[in-house]
T-cell receptor
Framework: AQTVTQSQPEMSVQEAETVTLSCTYD???????LFWYKQPPSRQMILVIR??????QNATENRFSVNFQKAAKSFSLKISDSQLGDAAMYFC????????????FGQGTRLTINP | DTGVSQNPRHKITKRGQNVTFRCDPI?????LYWYRQTLGQGPEFLTY????????KSRLLSDRFSAERPKGSFSTLEIQRTEQGDSAMYLC???????????????FGPGTRLLVL
C-alpha cells in the first residue's frame, strides 16, 4: 500500500521569507501524481500545486514550487515571499494513475506566518 | 457559487442515532469521493462513485456506513447507529473524468463536522 509521510508537524516562517515543507512517499508504482493541498482554519481544502511523476520538470505556480526527486521518493513544497494568507495546514497527497482514484494523504504540516 | 457544497456543515448527535450527509458536486463532474478526516490527521479515503456506480469502498467503511449517488449527481452518506469514534470531518470531493487514465484534480467541499455524544 502507498504511504505518505510529512515529518514536520509544524513550521513557522517570517512574512516575506521562504519556507520549505517536506514530504516523502512510498509506492511500487511508476506512474502517479503528487499534490500539495492547503486547508486554512475552518475552510475547505484547496489545491496548491500538482506534479506528474513522468515529468522531470518541477511544477511551479506563482510563489509555490516543488522539488520532486523521484528516485528518493521526495516531494517538497517551497513557498517564496510568504504571506499571512499562506497560514494553513498543508497536506501532501499521492494518487496512482491506474486503479482506484483515491488520494492518499500525509499527516499534514501546520504553517504559521509571523508578521 | 459552482464549487462542491455539503450539508449540513455541522451535526451533533447522540450515540446510536442515524445521520445523513449530502454532497453536491461541481455540476459537470462525474466522479465523487468521500473522505473522513479526524482531528490533526490527513483525510482518509472512504468511497468513490463514477456517475451512479460505487466503484471502490475502503475497509474504513463498515457496514454501518452506506453511500449512494442515485442519479449520478448529488450523493448521500448515511451512518447508522453512530458511535463516538465516528466523530470526524466528512469531506466530499469531485472531479471530471473523460475516460482513459488522465487524472483530473479532485476539488473538495467544506466538509460536514460530526460530533457524536
Amino acid at each position: 500500500a502507498q504511504t505518505v509521510t510529512q515529518s514536520q508537524p509544524e513550521m513557522s516562517v517570517q512574512e516575506a521569507e521562504t519556507v520549505t515543507l517536506s514530504c516523502t512517499y512510498d509506492t511500487s508504482e511508476s506512474d502517479y501524481y503528487l499534490f500539495w493541498y492547503k486547508q486554512p482554519p475552518s475552510r475547505q481544502m484547496i489545491l496548491v500545486i500538482r506534479q506528474e511523476a513522468y515529468k522531470q520538470q518541477n511544477a511551479t505556480e506563482n510563489r509555490f514550487s516543488v522539488n520532486f526527486q523521484k528516485a528518493a521518493k521526495s516531494f517538497s513544497l517551497k513557498i517564496s515571499d510568504s504571506q499571512l494568507g499562506d497560514a494553513a495546514m498543508y497536506f501532501c497527497a499521492y494518487l496512482a494513475r491506474w486503479g482506484a482514484q483515491k488520494l492518499v494523504f500525509g499527516q499534514g504540516t501546520r504553517l504559521t506566518i509571523n508578521p | 457559487d459552482t464549487g462542491v457544497s455539503q450539508n449540513p456543515r455541522h451535526k451533533i448527535t447522540k450515540r446510536g442515532q442515524n445521520v445523513t450527509f449530502r454532497c453536491d458536486p461541481i455540476s459537470e463532474h462525474n466522479r465523487l469521493y468521500w473522505y473522513r478526516q479526524t482531528l490533526g490527521q490527513g483525510p482518509e479515503f472512504l468511497t468513490y462513485f463514477q456517475n451512479e456506480a460505487q466503484l471502490e469502498k475502503s475497509r474504513l467503511l463498515s457496514d454501518r456506513f452506506s453511500a449512494e449517488r442515485p442519479k449520478g449527481s448529488f450523493s448521500t452518506l448515511e451512518i447508522q447507529r453512530t458511535e463516538q469514534g465516528d466523530s470526524a470531518m466528512y469531506l466530499c470531493a469531485s472531479s471530471h473524468s473523460g475516460g482513459g487514465a488522465f487524472v483530473e484534480t479532485q476539488y473538495f467541499g467544506p466538509g460536514t463536522r460530526l460530533l457524536v455524544l
